[in-house]
């Protein structure tokens, strides 16, 4: 029993593991996040290396050579919108015989910003919590038109508008921005939308952002401040986040 655990105790001993948010959390929907386990020890691999939290379904990395890191994923669900702390990891494991199951915990104060939960909204043709506003001819960003400019890739556009002659040049992923006849800019008014309370009502509001913002500009009118209408992956960001900070009451 003696050689046993203090085998089992090397084994964990120095396994440091790392998470990486995804781009976009909703509550109540399983993020991704990316786990990076680090076994520090210079000479001795680690085995049958468990990774589980409270809000996270458990990960086991069969084998972590000596000085090396190993890259998986892991499910994490946070409740409620806002800033939330991914909390205590417990980095555990059942070698070498199963018979006892050693661990270290580790304690993560990073904050995530959670989206609200999406909860189906009204279509565009229906015009309840929706408003209209501007010209039709207003000249946006768009996918059709003139080449207006070139801007960072970040990650929400279609491939066929990555501009490869730069990147073959810069190795730094660049998209084409065209300009477009937009649709008039849409501004969704929270306190209109159905729903029995608030939090239902922001659901609504985050649900209609995602489906709309990609090919229409999009504002928010909240009770105490107004976001004008923009389109885009950056501003569809601006907008769930303050959807997901907004205090009510």
């Known amino acids: 029993m003696t ?20 781009d976009e959390l909703f509550a109540e929907t399983p993020g991704h996040f990316r786990l990076l386990v680090e076994n520090k020890n210079r000479y001795i691999p680690s085995f049958l290396i468990k990774i ?6 458990s990960t086991i990395i ?8 190993v890259e998986s994923s892991v499910e994490i669900t946070f409740n409620n919108r806002g800033k939330n702390k991914i909390g205590r990891i417990r980095v555990s494991s059942p070698f070498p015989v199963n018979f006892f199951t050693r661990y270290w915990d580790f304690d993560f ?40 400019g070139i801007r960072e890739y970040s990650g ?11 990147y073959a040049r810069s190795d ?20 209109d939308l159905p729903g029995v309370n608030y939090e239902e009502k922001i659901s609504r509001a985050a649900f209609l952002v995602k489906q709309i913002i990609m090919n229409q500009p999009v504002g928010l009118m909240l009770p105490d ?4 209408p923009d389109i885009g992956g950056r501003h569809c960001a601006v907008l769930l986040t303050e959807l997901a900070l907004y205090d009510y009451r």
């Open 225 to 228: 401040r107004n976001i004008p």
């Open 109 to 148: 104060d990073t904050s995530c910003i959670v989206y609200p939960k999406l909860i189906p909204a009204v279509s565009l043709s229906d015009n309840e919590g929706i408003e209209k506003t501007g010209d039709t001819s207003r000249k946006i960003r768009g996918q059709d038109g003139e080449l207006e």
């Open 156 to 166: 929400s556009e279609q491939l066929r508008y990555i501009h490869w002659k730069l």
């Open 62 to 69: 069969p084998f972590i050579p000596a000085s090396h890191t």
């Open 52 to 57: 589980e939290s409270f809000t996270a379904k």
């Open 3 to 22: 050689t046993t655990g203090y085998a089992g105790m090397i084994n964990i001993k120095g396994v440091i593991p790392e998470l990486l948010p995804p």
């Open 172 to 191: 730094e992923l660049l998209v084409k921005e065209f300009g477009s006849q937009s649709m008039m800019p849409l501004v969704i008014k929270l306190e």
